[in-house]
């Protein structure tokens, strides 16, 4: 039996082992495309393996899609989209995604288990965040279905038609309610990619289509690696690219749909700023601190990953939060008790190595957690930089992993000029008791999201995104209806 | 072998998420479209609906406390019951408003989705009819949609159960409770939903709906001073000198009149106030 110990000024907590049923996933042994309301074997006859990044087993074997079955993806989204979808009225197209909402409430835990299962993030992030905000966009969402007249784009707002839709790894159901929600609310039919290593929540979510009586064809999800998701990218009969992930793809997805009339919206990488002002509350900066880099084991775009503490409190900021990151526990993601999973794939883990050997290349003070990590799998300890300089690495480029690095300022000009200073733009936080100061930190901020004494927060109604080289269109709210109607 | 012998339903007021009679001890006859007997209800009197009110009134802020998301979800769990119990509200809507059964399929299939059109509206409210204001100074200034309070309903007389779903939905959605006065001939559809509407997580005292006599009960809903709110719809040609009484508790009024535009937003935006924030910038 392996028990987690932290220190705190009690003395050691131990847990004792809570582990959530690996059984409850429920999984097939392998599974086919979703195209036209069935799993359906791939044209190319190609499986491939995903496994559990906390244990290196294969949980199941998906499809891999080439361009045959991108083709019978679009083709079957076309057919549905208009022989039934688009002549589907408001008020029915609502009541699906409502039925699909509570298909996920009430298959939630087990949901919960395959995300773990198959991402390697913590069930209880799952469990409490991944989970619950999904069937919480599609309640959101059902509501526009039927309202979209009051959306603010005019009185008869059209869809656009067929969606491809790319998501990530790091939070794959919730990335595909973010995505199909609206999408369908405003009367899209779709062509979901889900990640490479992560497809199994999304063929769940599959069978729950199915159980909701989702006409054929309206969702299709289809499995595979790159060579899948530029096959949708290019394909003619796609009227919409909607794709989360990296810049680096973002930037070749919007090259290659430039010469066409597809719309594209990107939700990509950032370098968040998470700036903490001398008067703020110093016990709930450490937590929103450790909140806002490893959730998710910074396995997330707008992760706080550049902390800018105000000169005068950084010692101290800096000494508690080391403190703190030495009680995180990290390990078993099935474990109820545990707040740092595993990575998500060995590629990513090099990609953590390696922008941390270069942390230290570079002058930063390295400080990782002497947490005790599992045998086998994939970890990366908790890890904290400080006098971390701006032209470093580690400053300037997306870890997406528990990797915190630590600058420091003086006035709030030099805080938001630091924090603007990076490519990215997508989410800041600031710490600070004194509102109205905050308020002008967030007027001067070049990002999508600004969070005030909190981190992390999302929400269907609030919408999501990036500015500059973290993309662009949002996600969630009523402007998050936009990127899927002819406006 | 002889036929089995119905059980009947006695249909009582529904205050406070409870069933009560009349504290009047009074009842009325309910009878179908062609004159034959349905039911006794029970006939409210003028206490009954300001215990309504005092219910209604307690109840108020857990229902706007409770995020616009899980009003929603109760408004939802609502239809979802109608939906389970349909064929017993066309039953009850075919029997007083005199409709062949697909009629009156067709009157419940649309005050079910009516109440899952408002269960939407919840958590839109605020992103349609609020936002930030751009004044000319160092301020972040948001308008924010809020319910005006306690609504009182008088329910339309003909539409037993659309037009009665038409009047609650809309200013529950905005975190408004509401004491609604039901069709007083055809009180039986919205006694039945009222029904439901306690099996579906709404705060208790949320929803109060009341049978009896509307020349008893219209003049106090619109005089009471702990109504913030009143839905004329149901109350005929009193409505001028109701309108004229809700004057004296300066009451958010909602009447339709005969040259109105359709907006369907429109009995919402009655019972919702706007609060305005200033919040300086500077540092």
């Known amino acids: 039996m392996i028990e987690n110990s932290a220190t705190s000024p009690l003395g050691a907590l131990r847990y004792d082992v809570a582990p959530e049923s690996a059984s409850l996933a429920h999984l097939r042994k392998s599974y086919g495309l979703f195209i036209d ?33 991108v083709d019978r993806a679009v083709a079957s989204a076309r057919r549905a989209y208009e022989r039934v979808w688009s002549s589907t009225p408001g008020t029915e197209r609502a009541k699906y995604l409502y039925r ?35 069937a919480a966009h599609f309640f959101y969402y059902a509501g526009w279905a039927d309202k979209l007249e009051h959306a603010g784009f005019g009185a008869h707002p059209r869809p656009l038609g067929v969606a491809g839709q790319i998501i ?73 690219i909607a794709f989360t992930g990296s810049t680096e793809v973002g930037r070749l997805i919007q090259e290659r749909v430039a010469a066409t009339s597809k719309r594209l919206t990107l939700e990509l990488g950032g370098k968040g700023a998470n700036i903490v002002f001398e008067d703020a509350p110093i016990d709930e900066v450490i937590e929103g601190i450790i909140d806002g880099i490893f959730f998710n084991q910074g396995h997330v775009c707008c992760a ?29 993601p099935m474990d109820k008790n545990t707040d740092v999973g595993a990575i998500n794939s060995l590629a990513q883990l090099e990609r953590i190595r390696e922008l941390t050997d270069w942390g230290e290349r570079e002058g930063a003070t390295r400080y990782t957690s002497a947490c005790a990590l599992p045998d086998k799998g ?110 | 072998m002889s036929e089995r012998l119905e059980v009947n339903k006695t249909f009582k007021l529904v205050v406070k998420g409870a069933f009560v009679r009349s504290e009047s001890g009074r009842s009325y006859e309910v009878r179908d479209a062609a004159g034959g007997f349905l039911a006794n209800v029970a006939q409210a009197s003028r206490k009954d609906l300001r215990d309504a009110v005092v219910a209604a009134r307690a109840a108020q802020g857990a229902w706007w406390d409770a995020s616009a998301y899980n009003r929603g979800q109760v408004l939802y769990r609502w239809a979802e019951m109608a939906e389970s119990r349909r064929d017993e509200l066309v039953d009850l809507v075919g029997a007083v408003e005199g ?72 200013p529950l959605c905005v975190g408004n409770a509401v004491v609604a006065v039901a069709s007083e001939q055809r009180p039986t559809p919205a006694l039945a939903l009222a029904e439901m509407s306690v099996t579906s997580d709404f705060p208790p005292g949320v929803l109060n709906v009341l049978s009896g006599f509307g020349a008893e009960l219209m003049g106090q809903l619109a005089s009471h001073g702990d109504v913030d709110g009143i839905d004329l719809s149901g109350s005929g040609d009193a409505a001028d000198e109701l309108a004229r009484v809700a004057a004296d508790s300066i009451k958010r009024v909602y009447r339709e009149r005969s040259n109105d535009v359709e907006n369907p937003l429109r009995r919402l935006r009655t019972f919702v106030e706007t609060t305005t924030v200033w919040h300086t910038i500077g540092q």
């Open chain 1, 304 to 332: 706080g990953s550049r902390l800018l503490v105000q000169e005068s409190v950084a010692d101290e900021v800096l000494r508690r939060l080391l403190r703190r990151v030495d009680q995180l526990r990290v390990g078993d």
């Open chain 1, 100 to 134: 699909i909402a509570r298909l996920i409430q009430e298959r939630s835990r087990e949901l919960a288990v395959v995300e773990t299962l198959d991402n390697g993030k913590p069930i209880r992030e799952s469990r409490d965040v991944d989970v619950p905000l999904a």
């Open chain 2, 99 to 170: 409709h062949k059964k697909k009629d009156a399929l067709g009157h419940v299939g649309r005050a079910i989705d009516r109440i899952v059109w408002y269960a939407g509206w919840t958590d839109k409210v605020a992103q349609v009819l609020g936002g930030a204001n751009p004044v000319a100074g160092p301020f972040f200034n948001f308008s924010q949609p809020g319910p005006c309070g306690v609504v009182g309903v008088i329910a339309p007389q003909e539409s037993s159960l659309e037009g009665f779903v038409n009047c609650v939905a809309a």
């Open chain 1, 37 to 69: 309301g069935d799993f359906t074997p791939p044209e190319s006859h190609e499986q491939f393996e995903t496994i559990n990044p906390a244990t290196g087993e294969t949980l199941a074997t998906v499809a891999l899609a080439d361009t045959a079955d």
């Open chain 1, 168 to 240: 990530p790894w790091n939070f794959p159901l919730l990335m595909a309610a973010w995505k199909l929600a609206p999408a369908l609310a405003a009367g899209n039919t779709c062509v979901l990619k889900p990640a490479e290593t992560t497809p199994l929540s999304a063929l769940v979510l599959a069978e729950i289509l199915q159980q909701a009586g989702l006409p054929e064809g309206v969702v299709n999800i289809i499995t595979g690696d790159a060579t899948t998701g530029a096959a949708l990218v290019e394909h003619p009969g796609v009227d919409k």
């Open chain 1, 378 to 487: 994939l970890w990366f300890a908790p890890t904290v930089f400080s006098d971390v300089a701006q032209s470093h690495r580690i400053a300037r480029e997306e870890i997406f992993g528990p990797v915190l690095s630590v600058l420091t300022f003086r006035t709030p000009e030099e805080a938001v000029t630091k924090a603007n200073n990076s490519k990215y733009g997508l989410a800041c936080g600031v710490w600070s008791e004194k509102g109205s100061r905050t308020l002008w930190v967030a007027q001067r901020l070049r990002a999508g999201v600004i969070w005030a004494n909190t981190y992390n927060k999302f929400d269907p109604t609030s919408p999501f995104g990036g500015v500059r080289e973290s993309g662009f269109g949002r996600e969630g709210g009523r402007h998050g209806l936009e990127a899927y109607l002819d406006v």
